[in-house]
């Protein structure tokens, strides 16, 4: 994929509809005129709201500020965390992808690429990476950093919860480390799941102290210090058309990752199903009618 197929693939993160190539290629105009600017770092500017929401523009001018010094203060992080190994870890999230050569794979909150190292020596040969962050200065360093032989890499500037791409896009999405900030969370896994193909795998993960955990006294001084360990597994913002969820705490059982298989539609209960072995009527639907009365 080409950098200009790449930009032919984008829609509008908010609405999905077409968007529109500027003769000379530095802009994509959506239907109803906002204006997406394509630049020439090749880092197309997808963010979505204009004006982001007050917590995702907090988050945004701490990640700029930090860039130069972020990698080093994760690592310390990890390191706190009892020990962890940090590179083994990072490998088991990536992993849980379930990536072969030629995929096509998208991060989102790629940061300064660590992740994205792993992902694309996955992918590698002849797959397509698509990185986003809402930092520019975090994303710069990856793009800086990370090598694009035999595959093709593309990034923008994104809002994990307005996506640009169009339904079951990707083989597999993988984010870490910051949706429990996002000011629109359940949105965020809506369009996480949406644009991954049914079969396709979904990685999630971020902060929570593991409830066994947070009375121990190293973790209740932790819980102290920094209050986004204290978040909940947001489990409750999962979208329905899903299978084979999984949970797993790591980092010191400070972290979670989650990951689970995208589904063509969410599943039911068969309410009408007749008990067998009943001589007469009965199934969930008769049980509930009752249970209401």
Not at 231 to 249: G, M, R
């Amino acid at each position: 994929m080409t950098h200009q197929d790449f930009l032919k693939a984008l829609v509008c993160p908010l609405t999905g509809g077409p968007l529109k190539i500027s003769e000379d290629g530095k802009t994509l105009t959506s239907e109803d005129g906002t204006l997406y600017e394509v630049g020439d770092t090749g880092i197309v500017n997808m963010l979505y709201p204009k004006e982001l929401l007050p917590a995702d523009a907090r988050e945004q001018y701490l990640y700029d500020q930090a860039f130069l010094r972020y990698d080093k203060g994760v690592s310390w992080v990890f390191e706190t965390l009892n020990h962890s190994d940090e590179a083994a870890t990072r490998k088991f999230f990536i992993d849980l992808m379930e990536l072969k050569p030629g995929m096509k794979a998208l991060e989102v909150g790629a940061g300064t690429g660590k992740d994205s190292a792993l992902i694309l020596d996955k992918i590698r040969p002849g797959g397509t990476a698509v990185l986003s962050d809402l930092s520019p200065n975090m994303l710069k360093l990856a793009q800086e950093k990370l090598s694009t032989e035999d595959l093709n890499v593309h990034y923008f500037l994104g809002n994990g919860s307005y996506l640009p791409f169009p339904d079951d896009t990707f083989d597999a999405v993988f984010h870490f480390g910051g949706i429990n900030t996002f000011s629109e969370r359940k949105r965020a896994f809506d369009e996480l799941t949406r644009v991954v193909r049914p079969g396709g795998k979904v990685v999630v993960g971020d902060e929570s102290v593991a409830p066994w955990l947070r009375k121990h006294p190293s973790y209740a001084t932790l819980l102290k210090a920094n209050p986004l360990f204290r978040a909940e597994v947001p489990l409750e913002d999962v979208p329905a058309n899903i299978e084979n969820f999984k949970l797993h705490y790591v980092f010191g059982n400070a972290f979670y990752v989650m990951d689970y298989r995208v589904t063509a539609k969410a599943p039911e209960v068969d309410i009408d199903l007749p008990i067998p072995g009943k001589d007469f009527v009965d199934n969930w639907r008769l049980r509930a009618e009752k249970a209401e009365d």
